[in-house]
């Protein structure tokens, strides 16, 4: 999805790359130009580059879409750079490929148009984070859900896994303190993802010993049942109208996960 600071579509390749820039900037935080738009006869587009490196996404989610969608552009290439962000906290590398994309356009619940992918030929998607990163955005969530309950976190370790092509295992050692009482807790989880691309997490389990662990993991078990043998289609997923084809996951000192999707 592409959104656009605009009532109507724009009748430029410059007036395009103002409207994605404008629009873009009312959810991430970030310096500098966003969008270039390369074109030589528009409508016709030869290249949107959208540059999110570094920003901060810390807004509220766009607004729901209304009305039909509506023939818009055609675009040779769509490409997504978004290194270093952080989405409400937590780190992450985005990077996009798509070509031979037709692009549909649609309002949203404030008129505002939108635009998106209605096809699209082959696709490219990975994702990926340092171990070190997600280690420290784990501490912050822990330690907000142990404060209230007057339990210091001391210590967070982070360790994944790879256990096979489209598996994983983590498993995170904390350090906790009660007044003088001190504890080790460790968590476990597991990501399974199946020939079908549906994924499924499992063996999430909160152990320790002690007044004190037995009492953080009586706080964090609860939010870990909540997502024990939950399921998630990944074919379900927003592909600009094309099917997942394939899926790899690697894990050395950063985790990534990569997608090949699109109509061909």
Do not use: W
């Not at 999430?204 to 078990?221: E, N, P």
């Amino acid at each position: 999805m592409i959104p656009l600071a605009a009532s109507k579509l724009p009748s430029s390749r410059d007036e395009l790359a103002r409207a994605i820039d404008h629009a873009l900037r009312r959810y991430v935080n970030k310096s500098g130009p966003i969008v270039e738009v390369r074109s030589r006869v528009f409508p016709y587009l030869d290249e949107i580059a959208i540059n999110l490196d570094g920003a901060r996404f810390d807004a509220v989610p766009p607004p729901p879409l209304a009305g039909e969608n509506k023939p818009a552009f055609e675009a040779a290439l769509i490409k997504l750079s978004a290194q270093n962000i952080t989405l409400r906290g937590v780190p992450a590398n985005v990077q996009v490929q798509a070509h031979d994309v037709i692009l549909q356009k649609r309002d949203d619940a404030n008129g505002q148009t939108v635009l998106l992918p209605q096809k699209v030929r082959d696709g490219h998607l990975t994702i990926s984070a340092a171990q070190m990163a997600l280690e420290q955005a784990l501490a912050n969530f822990i330690d907000r859900e142990a404060l209230p309950h007057g339990i210091n976190i001391e210590q967070v370790r982070l360790a994944v896994r790879e256990r096979g092509r489209r598996s994983l295992a983590a498993e995170v050692r904390v350090q906790a303190r009660k007044l003088f009482l001190r504890a080790k807790i460790d968590i476990y989880a597991q990501l399974d993802i199946d020939d079908v691309f549906v994924a499924r997490l499992s063996q999430l389990q909160c152990k320790s010993s002690g007044m004190v662990g037995t009492r953080a993991c009586s706080i964090l078990q609860p939010h870990l049942d909540r997502f024990e043998g939950k399921s998630f289609p990944l074919k379900s997923l927003p592909l600009g109208g094309g099917e997942l084809h394939d899926l790899r996951i690697a894990v050395t000192d950063t985790v990534e996960i990569n997608l090949d999707f699109g109509s061909a």
